[in-house]
């Protein structure tokens, strides 16, 4: 039975406000702007059937916590949060307190070091006598966040829990959950109040997804705000609606399979729900499913032309197309496992492994990237691909390889945000990930869980 964790970034706090470096500093406290987001967070998350929250001590994600377990409390009795340490937010001893501008200005090297080599950042922080210690900031507190997993999963399988927490310990936690690399921190965003959803399969170590992502529309916005300085395009990656296979579970890979009347209304979501987003450009696989998607989303931004980009179409499940998983049981014994298991050892009788689709699918989104950097303006541009193609372009922008295929959910007529703050030569930013809550109001994906 799977564990899931809801992890929720304390709000807007006073240093937030004042663009000051918290850490571990307990100055901060939630702004009324803060203490709305977070009522606006327990809003959102009631309904679902809690069995235990957990916080940092520190006042900004205390009260958040606070005011969300009391909001849930209508529904679940005596549900108050358990506070510890392992949770607190990253410690920056030499910058606590301290605008962003001037850490900045007076450790140039330091800061640096920060934006572009987080895995490598080192502080020589003064002792009492006149010496210093070398204090690896995000190596501590991907520590940290490890030893916070293994005590909560070791004595909460099977439950869903909540976490309260804040912007850099949260990366953590979600890095160390996926087997992301401390050199990826900077390409996780953590807006405040945001909700991600993960879950595990079994105990720490085990296999987790992550179902969401820096959710933040429950907060009115549909999408998380660019960071500070964006000047490359931010990237809307689309999964196509429901197929009628996708409802029955068949496998449909390069079969031309059109979307079903609710796949048709999940695209008319979608497109409600883009509609306040100014779109520059359109990208789809020529396929029908994702296609249809795609002109339903355009119906709100009229006058632009929809690319049809034959390298992200979907796998090629070969033999298995049309198949149940039944089926593909009976007739390849074993092999279905070992897709759902080790998938990127798998070749597709009569299709492609997964190493192919990573190969075209990145090569034609880096053409698409690369075409909409170095502007004067800051572009959005729609893709709208499938789930086997989005998986591939979410993984890679981490940096992770075909291993961790059933690392993203992707749910039919779901969003996900990808920012290149410099363009194509930036490293790119996982900004949110399957959004749905515009399918079915709920922060979780409620859409059909059927093949590719």
Aim: charged residues 20%.
């Amino acid at each position: 039975m799977k564990t899931r964790v809801i992890i929720v970034r304390h709000g807007q706090s006073t240093y937030n406000q004042l663009k000051l470096i918290q850490g571990h500093c307990d100055e901060s406290e939630l702004t009324p702007e803060g203490e709305a987001q977070a009522l606006q967070v327990g809003q959102a998350l009631v309904g679902i059937p809690f069995d235990g929250v957990w916080a940092s001590p520190l006042k900004r994600a205390r009260k958040t916590a606070e005011i969300i377990a009391a909001e849930l409390r209508t529904q679940i009795a005596g549900l108050t949060p358990t506070f510890t340490d392992d949770l607190k937010e990253i410690c920056l001893p030499l910058w606590e307190g301290v605008a962003f501008s001037e850490a900045e200005a007076q450790h140039p090297e330091t800061f640096h070091q920060w934006r572009t080599d987080p895995a490598n950042l080192v502080m020589a922080v003064p002792q009492a006598d006149g010496t210093t210690v070398d204090f690896y900031p995000i190596r501590e507190l991907y520590q940290q966040a490890a030893r916070f997993w293994q005590g909560l999963l070791a004595e909460h399988q099977g439950k869903t829990l909540l976490v309260v927490a804040h912007s850099a310990i949260n990366r953590a936690l979600i890095s160390t959950a996926i087997g992301l690399g401390q050199e990826y921190f900077n390409n996780l965003h953590q807006a405040n109040c945001s909700i991600s959803v993960l879950n595990f399969e079994g105990g720490w170590g085990s296999p987790v997804q992550v179902e969401a992502m820096n959710l933040t529309s429950h907060m009115g916005a549909p999408l998380p705000e660019m960071r500070r300085g964006h000047k490359g395009p931010r990237m809307l990656l689309v999964r196509h609606g429901e197929t009628e296979w996708n409802r029955q579970g068949r496998f449909q890979g390069q079969i031309d399979v059109p979307l079903n009347d609710n796949g048709r209304a999940q695209g008319a979501k979608a497109a409600e729900f883009l509609k306040p987003v100014a779109i520059d450009a359109a990208y789809t696989s020529f396929m029908a499913r994702p296609k249809e998607t795609a002109e339903i989303i355009l119906q709100h931004h009229l006058g632009l032309t929809l690319h049809s980009v034959n390298e992200l179409r979907e796998i090629s499940h070969g033999e298995w197309e049309g198949l149940y998983e039944s089926e593909i049981e009976s007739s390849y014994p074993g092999l279905l496992e070992q897709w759902q298991s080790a998938p990127e050892t798998v070749q597709m009788p009569g299709g492609e492994n997964l190493e192919e689709v990573w190969m075209r699918s990145i090569a034609a989104w880096k053409e698409i990237v690369a075409a909409h950097s170095g502007g004067d303006e800051v572009q959005t541009i729609l893709v709208v691909a499938h789930d086997a193609v989005n998986k591939a372009l979410l993984c890679h922008v981490l940096g992770m390889g075909p291993e961790f295929f059933w690392r993203f959910k992707q749910g039919n007529g779901a969003v996900s945000v990808i920012d290149y703050p410099d363009g194509i030569d930036s490293a790119p930013v996982l900004t949110a990930a399957n959004i749905t809550i515009h399918l079915s109001g709920s922060v979780l994906d409620k859409t059909a869980a059927g093949a590719l």
